[in-house]
């Protein structure tokens, strides 16, 4: 093979790990959110188990509204980082509670 | 395997066959002290816990961690020594992550030397030793994500000064890049979905959710594909270069 085409070949493979490293990236940001290890002493970032009895025992329908702004998050990177784990925290609740029904997702848009 | 465990054995070695060890290890310590108690105020914040000391570590290692990879490969290359080691019955693969991994088995021994830190806020109070543990893991993983980084970029010189300050820079991006600085450059074309795995690129980001004393699979999936990403750059790029 000749040095150019090794050179292009290269490129290529570079680049395609480069979209690789992107893909797997974007399916775990998007796919593995509750996988996680808590390994704080008094388990501060695990749902306790008073809340999921409570959780478990509420029969009416309540509707979470969560109000956050990309927009405005963007500028500042913790405020983003907290947003997700609010609304990872209240997709936790709404997995555990009696009837999950945590499909009517409205986007408002600001 | 006996060729990964040869160059690992014999980087490893190297490391402290010359000053570079004590010379690095001295410096990181002594910089991680002052940083802790001087500029993070360990004494002021009156809580018996190491965030003063883990919030320096992306930045220590910004400058420190380049300055242990640039020569990994550009001083084989200035030297000679490169084809020595490309002649040699050991799978090109093998070199590669041999020398990765003495290169972060010793940022490990460095940041197992901090120690004496742990020690004395255990003495002092009684701080969440889990999250001193998920803390020194993540320190722990960021440093071989810049080492990776930077091992690849030496790949691509043969003079280690211009393999530092490319690394910084590019440590740098990956570090900053859930700000602004980084995000205004796609926020105006790029889809939402892209700016945002961009955003996630952050090494900040995923050490700030490692310290709070939370293991995410995501982090660790982040931190072992930026790795091997990067891994594989230095591959080719060594495998080319070898040929042409």
């Known amino acids: ?110 | 395997m006996n060729g990964l465990a040869a160059v690992f054995m014999r980087e490893f070695q190297g490391y402290f066959a010359t000053p570079l060890a004590y010379v690095f290890a001295i410096v990181f310590l002594v910089a991680t002290g002052l940083f802790t108690f001087y500029v993070g105020g360990f004494f002021d914040i009156g809580r018996a816990d190491l965030q003063p000391f883990f919030t320096f570590h992306p930045w220590l290692y910004l400058f420190l961690i380049p300055a242990i990879s640039m020569r990994l490969w550009a001083e084989e290359r200035k030297t000679g020594t490169l084809e020595i080691l490309l002649t040699l019955p050991i799978p090109l693969w093998a070199a590669v992550i041999g020398k990765f991994l003495a290169a972060w088995a010793f940022a490990g021994i460095a940041l197992l030397l901090t120690f004496p830190i742990w020690i004395s806020v255990n003495y002092l109070g009684d701080p969440d030793n889990g999250v001193i543990l998920s803390s020194y893991l993540g320190s722990f993983l960021m440093a071989g994500a810049y080492l990776a980084i930077g091992a690849a970029i030496s790949s691509m010189t043969r003079n280690q000064v211009v393999a530092f300050v490319i690394s910084v820079a590019v440590c740098f991006l990956f570090m900053v890049s859930g700000f602004t600085l980084v995000l205004d450059f796609f926020t105006c074309w790029a889809p939402r979905f892209l700016v945002e795995t961009i955003a996630s690129f952050s090494f900040l980001r995923h050490f700030d959710d490692i310290r709070k004393g939370v293991i995410d699979v995501r982090d660790l999936v982040f931190f072992g594909s930026l790795m091997a990403f990067w891994l594989f750059v230095n591959f080719v790029v060594v495998d080319t270069r070898r040929a042409g």
Do not use: H, W
């Not at chain 1, 000749?2 to 893909?23: D, E, M, P, Q, T």
């Not at chain 1, 796919?31 to 749902?47: C, H, M, S, V």
């Open chain 1, 1 to 110: 093979m000749s040095a150019s085409s090794r050179k292009v070949n290269a490129g290529l493979s570079i680049l395609l790990a480069a979209v690789l490293f992107i893909c797997v990236t974007i399916i775990t940001n998007y796919f593995l959110g509750f996988a996680r290890i808590d390994l704080t002493e008094n388990r501060l970032f695990t749902l306790s188990q008073g809340t999921l009895n409570t959780l478990r025992d509420i029969d009416e329908t309540i509707t979470l509204r969560f109000f956050f702004s990309r927009e405005l998050a963007n500028e500042f990177p913790q405020i983003r980082l907290y947003g997700e784990r609010v609304r990872e925290l209240l997709r936790a609740q709404i997995l555990r509670s009696s009837t999950p029904n945590p499909s009517p997702k409205k986007k408002i848009k600001l």
